[in-house]
């Protein structure tokens, strides 16, 4: 089994325990669409070496550098932070992680800590723009194909390194994040999503040329979990457990007719050129994750031809208030095609759980006995419907309450111990309650 988010219910059983015993992200103004520091609060700890891979090409070894960014302990008042990994772009060819210093920036002002890294580029191509790719390299896609799988063991070595030295940047090791742009934001989903299995269907000869995908550079054996993928005008394989039961919430960024990353399904860098592999863009994954029932959004540039153009600044505001909804337990899928639409989540804060219930409340909601609930209307005479959620906003059951109706009951004996929320809706009224199922 994959040492990732898989989609099975022993990862759900994971997911849950380890919200269970989390510290509480969900705080007002924090993580949210402004920045909460400034950038004076910011350290940055730069050219740290995480991965020492063997270059497949060049059969040269190559030191892989990381900078981080993260808020100065002396005027945080978090003890641990969550983090956020990102990968810069440029076809698997070209680019540095310094592309991303700006993001990892305001990330870290929005509370998180962030890295930003490199990974082995090149795969026999010498190309240097979109139009030399296709008239020079078309030959050597297989190479295309290894550079995408090697660029995703460096992103796991990355992966590992923080997990292990997590204490160093006050990091919490249960809530990592992944994200990039183009070739980085394909490395990112690769990252989060692939399993040996589909990385060698992907690559018949990657084992082979590189090595398995988790024991590439470095010696960390450290397993972790990824809560979520922040994907700008990124694709995956067709191979990949995300387009079968991906379970993984991603917040998605694609211009509508990009041909150098298909939006939808198509194949990679095929503007002007024979295409080469093919791949699920954020359209298709946003489709796929929103059938599972997994809480994602995708942020479209309509009509657009262009290659990675949502604004950086809007985007960080939007994947920063994402991630916040997953952090507070009120993640909603949701499309866009209007790039300017403001976005607010400053005001988000914790959820009460089933003991901390208020007059106001239009429902209560009692424990019967360990495991049953009785659910009753307070001050209310209109039906309501309600839906009871996972933490990935995945419905587990439906109830409601019917205008001539004061209370029901249900059970929670059947579900994997950890965190549900029950959200009850109205014509104008909205209310959640988290049950902690031991």
Same mark, same amino acid.
């Given at each position: 089994m994959s040492k990732h988010l898989r989609s099975i219910p022993g990862f759900v059983f994971i997911l849950l325990t380890y919200f269970c015993h989390g510290q509480n992200y969900c705080l /007002?103004?924090?993580? $949210?669409?402004?920045?909460? @520091? !400034?950038?004076?609060?910011?350290?940055? !700890?730069?050219?740290?070496? @995480?991965? /020492?891979?063997?270059h497949v090409f060049s059969q040269t070894p190559v030191n892989l550098n990381m900078d981080v960014y993260y808020p100065d302990m002396s005027t945080d008042s978090l003890a641990l932070r969550p983090f956020i990994l990102l990968i810069h772009g440029g076809a698997f060819l070209a680019g540095s992680r310094k592309e991303l210093s700006y993001d990892c920036m305001e990330y870290a002002r929005r509370g998180f800590v962030a890295a930003t890294i490199d990974y082995r580029l090149g795969w026999n191509c010498q190309a240097t723009d979109i139009l030399s790719i296709c008239l020079f390299c078309q030959a050597y896609?297989?190479?295309?194909?290894? #550079?995408?799988?090697?660029?995703? *063991?460096?992103?796991? #070595?990355?992966?590992?390194?923080?997990?292990?030295?997590?204490?160093?940047?006050?990091?919490?090791? !249960?809530?990592?994040?992944t994200g990039g742009e183009s070739a980085g934001a394909i490395t990112a989903l690769h990252a989060t999503f692939w399993d040996q299995t589909e990385a060698n269907t992907f690559d018949p000869s990657a084992i082979s040329r590189a090595g398995l995908l988790d024991t590439a550079g470095n010696s960390f054996t450290d397993t972790y979990q990824i809560r979520a993928?922040?994907? $700008?005008?990124? #694709?995956?394989?067709?191979?990949?457990? &995300? &387009?079968?039961?991906?379970?993984?919430?991603?917040?998605?960024?694609?211009?509508?007719? !990009?041909?150098?990353?298909?939006? *939808?399904?198509?194949?990679?860098?095929? %503007?002007?050129?024979?295409?080469?592999?093919?791949?699920?863009? =954020?359209?298709?994954?946003? =489709?796929?994750?929103?059938?599972?029932?997994v809480c994602s959004?995708?942020?479209?540039?309509?009509?657009?031809?262009?290659? %990675? /153009?949502?604004?950086?600044?809007?985007?960080?505001?939007?994947?920063?208030?994402?991630?916040?909804?997953?952090? %507070?337990?009120?993640?909603? =899928?949701?499309?866009?095609?209007?790039?300017? *639409?403001p976005v607010s989540c400053s005001t988000l804060s914790g959820i009460p759980d089933v003991h901390q219930q208020v007059a106001d409340d239009f429902f209560i909601l009692n424990e019967i006995s360990t495991n049953h609930y009785q659910l009753k209307r307070n001050q209310y005479t209109g039906p309501v419907e309600f839906r009871l959620t996972d933490l990935s906003g995945k419905r587990m059951s439906t109830l409601s309450l019917k205008a001539e109706q004061d209370e029901t009951e249900f059970s929670v004996e059947? @579900?994997?111990?950890?965190?549900?929320? &029950?959200?009850?809706? /109205?014509?104008?009224r909205q209310q959640r309650i988290k049950i902690i199922k031991p």
């Open positions: /007002s103004d924090r993580f $949210s669409e402004t920045a909460f @520091f !400034d950038s004076s609060e910011i350290h940055v !700890d730069s050219n740290i070496t @995480f991965s /020492s891979p063997m896609n297989p190479d295309l194909q290894t #550079a995408t799988y090697c660029a995703a *063991q460096d992103a796991r #070595a990355a992966l590992r390194y923080i997990h292990a030295n997590a204490s160093s940047y006050h990091i919490d090791p !249960d809530y990592l994040f993928v922040i994907n $700008s005008c990124g #694709a995956v394989s067709k191979d990949s457990i &995300l &387009l079968n039961n991906g379970i993984i919430p991603v917040i998605n960024f694609h211009d509508e007719f !990009d041909c150098v990353v298909p939006a *939808q399904y198509g194949q990679v860098i095929s %503007c002007v050129c024979q295409p080469f592999y093919w791949a699920a863009g =954020s359209g298709a994954i946003y =489709s796929r994750l929103n059938a599972n029932g959004q995708y942020h479209q540039v309509p009509l657009s031809t262009n290659h %990675c /153009s949502f604004p950086k600044n809007q985007l960080i505001a939007k994947a920063s208030c994402f991630l916040k909804t997953l952090l %507070c337990q009120n993640c909603q =899928s949701s499309f866009s095609n209007q790039p300017g *639409q059947s @579900f994997a111990s950890g965190i549900y929320f &029950l959200f009850g809706e /109205s014509k104008n």
